[in-house]
């Protein structure tokens, strides 16, 4: 049985690959929600571990949901309403919060459509490169559905209230042009340069001190749902954390030597 999610690890950066490309890479099958915990788990137990990207195998990034098992009523879709409910909160949603709880930068490498849960799922990462060929779109009103995955709290965060909701609202798809005037990806690159700029981006990321690059990630992820006085004070707890590692004063070494630092995670 191939591997749905397939995990690579190359020095400090993992690669997490969506692997369904004959359909085009959906989620919310029974053995995802487990995938990705036992992927993010991985990855944050792991030290050397500094980036993570994740990409769709094939010619999409993620289409989405399983609109067949929708249509069929069949697995997380069928039963009562509250069955339906816990299946999210089991299924489709322990995605999303893996993701979303990884504790190193995660960049998207959307080669593809990413499209209604699979524009979430690239949402929550830290960063969007596209492909020349992405589309973006959370279509879920076309398909009589809410934008149930947590894109409705995420994107307004990303692109503004005015374009989530004309985007929400319509069910219009958006090509990477677009979505890169918008902020929904910092950078557009020609399709077979994708994971060459992702690498490229991982590695800048790869060289800051890595606990405290997770520090910073968690400040920032922090300061989305806290208050100003909560995110200073939680930065002077983690700034004194910081000041007691031995990768400050191999930067503060290598600034005064003119020299690049070299970072052990100490």
């Known amino acids: 049985m191939t591997d749905p999610l397939l995990f690579e690890k190359n020095g400090h950066i993992v690669t997490l690959t969506m692997n369904r490309p004959e359909s085009r890479n959906p989620l919310g099958e029974p053995e995802d929600a487990a995938n990705y915990q036992a992927a993010a788990t991985r990855i944050n137990m792991d030290r050397d571990v500094r980036c993570v990207v994740l990409t769709g195998a094939g010619s999409a ?40 709880g990884i504790q190193v930068p995660v960049i998207a490498a959307v080669n593809g459509p990413a499209i209604g849960l699979g524009n979430d799922v690239a949402c929550m990462c830290d960063t969007r490169i596209a492909s020349a060929k992405a589309k973006f779109g959370v279509t879920f009103l076309k398909i ?72 910073t990630k968690r400040l ?26 031995d990768d400050h004063m191999e930067a503060l070494d290598a600034f005064f030597e003119k020299r690049p630092p070299s970072y052990s995670g100490k």
């Open 61 to 100: 990034f993620s289409a989405g949901g399983n609109v067949k098992a929708m249509k069929e009523q069949d697995g997380n879709f069928s039963g009562p309403g509250v069955r339906i409910a816990d299946g999210y909160r089991e299924g489709i949603h322990q995605i999303v919060r893996a993701i979303w």
């Open 144 to 215: 009589g559905l809410v934008p149930g995955d947590g894109g409705a709290w995420l994107l307004p965060k990303i692109i503004g209230m005015a374009r989530a909701s004309e985007l929400f609202f319509t069910g219009d798809v958006i090509d990477a042009t677009t979505a890169a005037q918008w902020g929904l990806v910092s950078k557009v690159v020609e399709h077979d340069e994708l994971l060459v700029e992702a690498y490229k981006l991982a590695e800048r990321m790869c060289v800051q001190p890595p606990d405290v690059l997770r520090m």
């Open 220 to 245: 920032m992820r922090t300061g989305m749902t806290n208050s100003f006085d909560t995110v200073m004070d939680m930065s002077a707890s983690y700034q004194a954390l910081a000041h007691h590692t």
